[in-house]
């Protein structure tokens, strides 16, 4: 399983970064853990990237995971419509 820990800011500056962790993990066909308990400020572009890199890991039948996501980051999906489409919304994982 890969795990990725998140910055306490996932903004514009950082997508680049994020991106090829998750795209090496897909192309890995790797399960995914991400370990989202340090961020304190969440922009559109993480929140998209992270849209897209799940739609993937399901179409593969990976299992996939939010460890400790904070209060900011799924406030910032919530307000997006984005929290159900990225499981957000779902027990243990709040």
């Known amino acids: 399983m890969t795990i990725i820990e ?4 996932l903004d514009i500056a950082m997508v680049g970064a994020l ?8 192309q890995a066909r790797q399960p995914l853990e991400i370990d ?9 572009a993480a929140l998209q990237l992270f849209l897209g890199a799940l739609a993937e890991i399901q179409l593969l039948g990976l299992q996939f995971r939010w460890r400790e996501p904070s209060p900011a980051l799924v406030e910032g ?3 997006l419509g984005l929290a159900d489409s990225l499981g957000l919304n779902t027990p243990g994982n709040s």
């Open 36 to 44: 989202g308990r340090a961020v304190r400020k969440v922009h559109t």
């Open 19 to 26: 991106h090829r962790q998750l795209l090496d993990t897909v």
């Open 77 to 79: 999906a919530r307000l």
């Open 6 to 9: 998140c910055q306490s800011e």
